[in-house]
């Protein structure tokens, strides 16, 4: 059996990212005021982009761990109804780096088998439970793993589209703001 929650299923990726997008103009007016006139706007968009991108995950698939345990495992069995049989629990665990919350987010581009697998601690872990069949846990793990990294890059494709909108948006926020300091700031002498 294989182990973990499915990923990349619970909420949708494009409606985080576009509730990203519609928190720009929010975040441009609570971060430039009028000490900022004296910047550029490419200056001042190049201090917000960092903070404004979402960034795609990176998992280093060339260094997984691997741990392999004897385990009791309760199978059934149509004879006698739920036995219990030695078994094996076998995990592999990848480095991630990246916004842990995207393993949790549906790309656009999806099929109906997401991985399944879980995520703590800087790392993605996929395994399998059961009988000791090299050949058929071998084959479920690599099945997992060509999933996670289909997954993987529809995610990135839509993450990294969002990035790359980022600079544009955000200058026409920055212009937008600056207009209204300017405005703002003629009422000083009233």
Same mark, same amino acid.
């Given at each position: 059996?294989?182990?973990g929650?499915?990923?990349?299923?619970?909420a949708?990726?494009s409606?985080?990212?576009?509730?990203?997008?519609? @928190?720009?103009?929010?975040?441009?007016?609570?971060?430039?005021?009028?000490?900022?006139l004296?910047?550029?706007?490419?200056?001042?968009?190049?201090?917000?982009?960092?903070h404004?991108?979402? @960034?795609?995950i990176?998992?280093?698939?060339e260094? *997984?761990?691997?741990?392999? /345990?004897? /385990?009791?495992?309760a199978?059934?069995?149509?004879?006698?109804?739920?036995?219990?049989?030695?078994?094996?629990?076998?995990?592999k665990?990848? !480095?991630?780096? @990246?916004? !842990?919350?995207?393993f949790?987010?549906?790309?656009?581009?999806?099929?109906?088998a997401?991985?399944?697998?879980?995520?703590?601690?800087g790392?993605v872990?996929? @395994?399998?439970?059961g009988?000791?069949?090299?050949?058929?846990?071998?084959?479920?793990?690599?099945? !997992?793993?060509a !999933?996670?990294?289909?997954?993987?890059?529809?995610?990135k494709?839509?993450?990294?589209?969002?990035?790359?909108?980022? *600079?544009?948006l955000?200058?026409?926020?920055?212009? /937008?703001?600056?207009?209204?300091?300017?405005e703002?700031?003629?009422?000083?002498?009233?």
């Open positions: 059996m294989i182990l929650s499915p990923l990349f299923w619970k949708s990726l409606d985080y990212l576009r509730a990203q997008l519609s @928190g720009i103009e929010n975040h441009v007016r609570n971060n430039m005021n009028a000490a900022h004296d910047r550029s706007d490419d200056e001042i968009v190049t201090s917000m982009l960092d404004a991108r979402v @960034g795609s990176t998992v280093d698939f260094n *997984p761990d691997r741990t392999v /345990k004897e /385990k009791q495992i199978v059934r069995d149509h004879f006698s109804g739920t036995v219990t049989i030695d078994g094996v629990a076998v995990i665990s990848f !480095q991630f780096s @990246g916004h !842990q919350a995207l949790d987010l549906r790309p656009s581009t999806y099929d109906s997401p991985p399944r697998g879980t995520v703590s601690q790392r872990m996929i @395994g399998y439970e009988r000791n069949v090299p050949d058929e846990i071998k084959s479920a793990i690599a099945d !997992q793993e !999933q996670l990294k289909k997954y993987l890059e529809w995610s494709a839509e993450v990294d589209a969002h990035d790359q909108s980022l *600079p544009r955000l200058k026409a926020a920055v212009e /937008k703001r600056r207009q209204a300091l300017i703002l700031s003629k009422l000083n002498d009233f």
